[in-house]
């Protein structure tokens, strides 16, 4: 007679589930994965928090000095209150620069809580003054180097590095076991396949594990975090979640294959971590060496030479701005707006001045330091293909939004802002013209432009049809050999 | 007894295919490492030595200018890469290496290495001492996890007792049999590194980094020497080979991947990192405080720009004003390079149960490549800044403060230029390191002596259960 796969299937799904449930291994599995996959949600919703709190910090902060900016001016007009160059906001170099109270912000992506990624090192803020780029495009969040190199305990963790070994806990002995005990034997004896059984087997374990690293995290998320309710958030919740399956499939398609070899239990267990050890861990710092040599990021050493170069250039240029006669402390008066006019004092002129040329002489070499951060983030996306840990950690930062590719956007947007309002500016502080209250409402504003998110999601569903593929051909491999495997 | 156990069972490990091809991938990642790391640190020091002397060379050659503005310029200094960060990088990719000193303000260290990195970074970096503090535990647990359960289900232990072999023996025999395969792979490898580091060291600096070698050698065998007893005592306890295997892995993952992680995430509740926000807006308070006080005390003035303080103090101001912030400023970094430390500190606690911890610590201390030396050449670094400021303020009080409204009209030459010394760095010495480590490595120790102690209670039991 022939075996009927489907009703089998399910017959062996269930016996498996009720050994599993008795056996008590699964319930331990079970309740290790809640605990760290509870845990790193609570890290990531942490670090979000922080985030979030900064940004809103920051958005007073600005609010509260453009009310104080705009209070001072009035007053200033009204001739009510005592002149100081440098915080006069009448004076328009004064307000691009220690006045300005302009920031530019990111925002934490909806998502933020499920990756913390590149968030502990890369600013989402920055401020915006007429400083020069190096002076403050290089200012990073405050955290102990110590912790950067321990790296996070959050679910992006759990999900790259621990479930694989949950999975090799449940798994490396799916046949080899059954060996052991005699019992492969009596199953043979019934209608029933080898990759019948092994499917059943691995139906019932990786279910236990998808019920509760995928639900999890999404329930708490759509619970307490309002805006990850949205439709284009529920596709990236679905990507998630197509990801994690895929990557968890692929880690059972391992240990089948490992499986069919027909192996010890302690043997197979071997060969897992060490295909963990290679896959997981030695694969991707070998990488991250490999990208860094093939594509090795400019000198810094050589910014710092070109820079001081440049102020030096930029000082002598405009060496008579800043050696001008200053009376300005003695004689507040010649502060005093005139028909709209404002003497800017010449070494605030200068200072102006020297950093925009200070930035344009170093343009073309922190464009190369752009450019060949671009390059590296493009080999590690080839690369990515050749671990499946590498490809799941950059898909998963992605869909929480804290990639390098965002952050990169972020230091664009900003460095493109931060032209724009310099050359606000630059009329105003060449021609003497005096700031007006008119003109504080309508000072450049930030607008972060967020990334596409059709953009994300195909670069998402690509990685979830390739790991599908990888695990569907590991998987198709492993009940070809299935029926080869020999009983005793 | 001991040598005839030790040379078997060693015998048997080489004819073993899993230590042919651990073995054989951990040197090859070694010597990658190294090689790469070599080349590296040589690009690195020449480039930064060579920066160094050009800066100084241009502060010198500035010619005629305010000595504010020689002070807006600035100086560069850089972190010279100490020579055994090619074994163990520690921070040094999430520190910068170079700094600014400008006017005015504290000048933070940047350019990490990992903001020119991609996300790759974080899974960790490739270096001799990661491979030995994760993938050489591993190794021995991988060969050495059946060394006693196996004699016992083949029954070749009860033969082996038979012929009286004492269990001291046998357990001292089987450790040195997994600790030799250990040496066989890493001791030709790390004795031709330590050899080169030295000879390419000028001859001043060679003692040190024996010392350092020497002591690194000390807290990687202790390190390395807990796992080999462990793995015997686990072997001789389980009830089988499976157990044993699964018992020591699932250690091992615990202690060197989950743990950190763990515990950087504990003691970062129990000591909060302030956010950068937080921190700016407290230093600016702070100094803006500061120097409120100090400019009300010697001018009677509120503010900086207040008309009764003329340019013609300028000079003078400019020197209580940068006073009066260096007490902040101390105070707010040092806070936070405390909470560092103190973090990192509550975190060798951990150690107790996952060596790697502190193991680390004592790694990167001994490299010269850990926090407490990053702080030191921060700490020189703003020395040098104050230096120039203070050295800057006394030539415009002499000079400019006379000129009155045309005070910015003063020049300064090439003697004042001179008068700022070169910024010169020395790395801090071994006993530096050792001041800060000890406690690691006496944790290190106490875990080692607890490993042998358990191992020869597990040996000596009864063996045939």
Redesign the interface.
Request: aromatic share 12%; no cysteine.
């Given at each position: 007679m022939q075996p009927r796969p489907l009703p089998t299937l399910s017959l062996i799904v269930l016996h498996e589930a009720r050994i599993l449930v008795r056996d008590r291994t699964l319930l331990l599995v079970c309740c290790v994965l809640a605990l760290m996959v509870g845990y790193g949600l609570f890290?990531g919703l942490a670090q979000a928090t922080?985030r979030d709190?900064?940004v809103a910090?920051?958005l007073k902060?600005e609010q509260e000095t453009q009310t104080a900016n705009s209070g001072m001016l009035q007053s200033v007009l009204a001739g009510q209150t005592?002149l100081?160059?440098?915080?006069n906001p009448a004076n328009p170099a004064a307000m691009a620069g220690t006045l300005s109270g302009r920031y530019a912000t990111m925002l934490n992506a909806p998502l933020a809580a499920l990756a913390i990624?590149?968030s502990d090192?890369?600013?989402n803020?920055y401020r915006i003054t007429y400083l020069s780029k190096?002076q403050f495009m290089?200012?990073?969040?405050?955290?102990?180097?110590?912790?950067?190199?321990?790296?996070?305990?959050d679910l992006a963790?759990v999900i790259v590095?621990?479930l694989p070994?949950l999975v090799t806990?449940l798994g490396y002995n799916l046949l080899s076991a059954e060996r052991e005990h005699g019992t492969l034997r009596l199953l043979c004896s019934q209608p029933l396949s080898i990759a019948t059984l092994m499917t059943g087997k691995v139906v019932v374990r990786m279910l236990a594990l998808l019920a509760i690293v995928i639900p999890v995290p999404l329930v708490v998320l759509l619970l307490i975090r309002p805006e990850a309710r949205g439709a284009e958030q529920l596709v990236l919740m679905l990507l998630w979640s197509a990801l994690v399956a895929a990557y968890t499939l692929f880690w059972f398609a391992v240990a089948a294959l490992v499986n069919t070899v027909g192996l010890s239990?302690?043997t197979n267990?071997?060969i897992m971590?060490?295909l963990w050890?290679i896959l997981v861990?030695?694969l991707?710092?070998?990488?991250?060496?490999a990208?860094?040599?093939v594509s090795p990021?400019p000198?810094?050493?050589?910014?710092?030479?070109r820079?001081?170069?440049a102020?030096?250039e930029s000082?002598?240029e405009y060496?008579d701005l800043?050696?001008?006669?200053?009376?300005?402390?003695?004689d507040?008066e010649a502060l005093l707006v005139k028909n709209e006019r404002i003497e800017v004092p010449s070494?605030m002129r200068a200072f102006f001045l020297a950093k925009q040329k200070v930035d344009e002489r170093i343009e073309p070499l922190l464009k190369r330091?752009d450019q060949?951060?671009l390059q590296?983030?493009k080999l590690?996306d080839r690369l990515s293909l050749l671990s499946p840990?590498?490809l799941i950690?950059?898909a998963l930062?992605s869909i929480a939004g804290t990639?390098?590719h965002r952050f990169l956007a972020f230091k664009d947007q900003t460095e493109a802002f931060h032209q724009e309002w310099r050359q606000y500016f630059s009329p105003r502080i060449l021609e003497s013209r005096a700031m007006t209250i008119r003109d504080l409402s309508s000072l450049p504003r930030w607008h972060w432009i967020e990334m596409p998110a059709s953009e994300i999601s195909w670069s998402i569903w690509w990685r979830v049809i390739l790991m599908l593929a990888l695990a569907s051909v590991l998987g198709s491999l492993a009940l070809a050999r299935s029926s080869r495997l020999s009983i005793e | 007894m001991f040598a005839i156990i030790a040379a078997k069972d060693l015998r048997e490990l080489t004819r073993d295919g899993?230590l042919l091809w651990?073995g054989g991938?951990v040197v090859m990642?070694m010597l990658?490492?190294l090689g790469?790391g070599w080349n590296r640190q040589v690009q690195?020091n020449s480039?930064?030595s060579?920066?160094q002397a050009?800066?100084y060379d241009?502060w010198l050659h500035?010619?005629y200018?305010?000595p504010h503005?020689a002070a807006?310029?600035?100086m560069?200094v850089?972190k010279p890469e100490p020579s055994l960060a090619v074994f163990d990088p520690?921070?040094g990719?999430?520190?910068g290496?170079?700094v600014?000193l400008q006017a005015h303000r504290q000048s933070?260290v940047?350019?990490?290495?990992?903001?020119?990195?991609?996300?790759?970074?974080?899974?960790?970096?490739?270096s001799p001492a990661?491979l030995l503090q994760?993938?050489l535990p591993?190794l021995i647990i991988?060969i050495g996890f059946?060394s006693v359960s196996d004699e016992r289900e083949r029954g070749t232990l009860r033969q082996l007792l038979s012929l009286g072999a004492p269990a001291r023996s046998l357990l001292f025999g089987k450790a040195a049999a997994l600790a030799s395969c250990v040496g066989i792979l890493i001791a030709p490898v790390g004795l031709a590194f330590a050899v080169l580091i030295v000879v390419h060291l000028p001859a001043g600096e060679r003692v040190d980094v024996v010392y350092r070698i020497a002591w690194l050698a000390a807290g990687y065998g202790l390190y390395l020497g807990f796992f080999v007893f462990l793995t015997l005592a686990v072997s001789a306890l389980a009830r089988s080979?499976?157990a044993a295997?699964?018992l020591l892995?699932g250690f091992w993952?615990a202690a060197t991947?989950?743990a950190?992680?763990?515990?950087?995430?504990a003691?970062?509740l129990l000591y909060p990192?302030?956010?950068?926000?937080d921190?700016d807006d407290q230093l600016a308070r702070d100094v803006a405080d500061a120097g409120r006080k100090a400019w009300s005390t010697h001018f009677g003035a509120r503010?900086q720009?207040?008309?009764s303080?003329?340019?013609s103090k300028?000079g003078a101001a400019l020197k209580v004003d940068d006073e009066a912030g260096y007490g902040a400023l101390d105070e707010n970094f040092g806070r936070?390079w405390d909470?560092?430390e103190r973090?990192?500190r509550a975190?060798g606690w951990v150690g107790l149960v996952a060596p790697v911890v502190a193991l680390r610590g004592f790694s990167m201390g001994l490299a010269g490549t850990d926090?407490s030396q990053?702080r030191d050449f921060s700490t020189a670094a703003e020395a040098q800044r104050r230096k120039i400021q203070n050295i800057v303020s006394e030539d415009l009080i002499e000079h400019a403060d006379r000129l009155g409204?045309?005070?910015?009209?003063?020049?300064a030459g090439p003697e004042l230029w001179a008068s700022v010394p070169q910024f010169k760095y020395q790395l801090p010495s071994v006993s530096f390191a050792l001041a800060h480590h000890w406690a690691s490595l006496a944790l290190l120790a106490v875990m080692f002596c607890l490993s042998v102690a358990l191992a020869q209670y597990a040996l000596s039991r009864p063996l045939m259960r």
């Open positions: 890290v922080l709190r900064m910090q920051v902060h005592a100081i160059p440098f915080s990624g590149q090192m890369m600013p803020y190096v290089y200012d990073t969040e405050i955290e102990n180097p110590w912790n950067l190199l321990s790296g996070h305990f963790f590095f621990v070994l806990t239990s302690s267990a071997l971590v060490a050890t861990l030695i991707p710092v070998t990488m991250n060496l990208v860094g040599l990021a000198s810094r050493t050589e910014l710092a030479n820079t001081r170069v102020t030096a000082l002598r060496e800043y050696s001008a006669d200053y009376r300005y402390a003695s507040p070494r330091f060949q951060l590296q983030q590690v840990a590498i950690n950059e930062t990639d390098s | 899993r651990a991938l990642l990658l490492a790469a690195l480039e930064r060579a920066g050009l800066d241009a500035q010619g200018r305010h503005d807006e310029q600035g560069h850089f520690g921070i990719p999430f520190v290496s170079t600014w933070e940047k350019f990490r290495p990992a903001q020119d990195a991609t996300g790759l970074q974080r899974f960790g970096e490739l990661w994760v993938l591993l991988v059946n080979s499976r295997l699964v892995l993952v991947l989950i950190p992680r763990t515990a950087s995430e003691t970062n990192t302030p956010s950068r926000l921190f503010t720009w207040d008309p303080v003329p340019l300028w936070l909470t560092f973090q990192q975190q926090f990053h409204n045309a005070h910015f009209t003063y020049k």
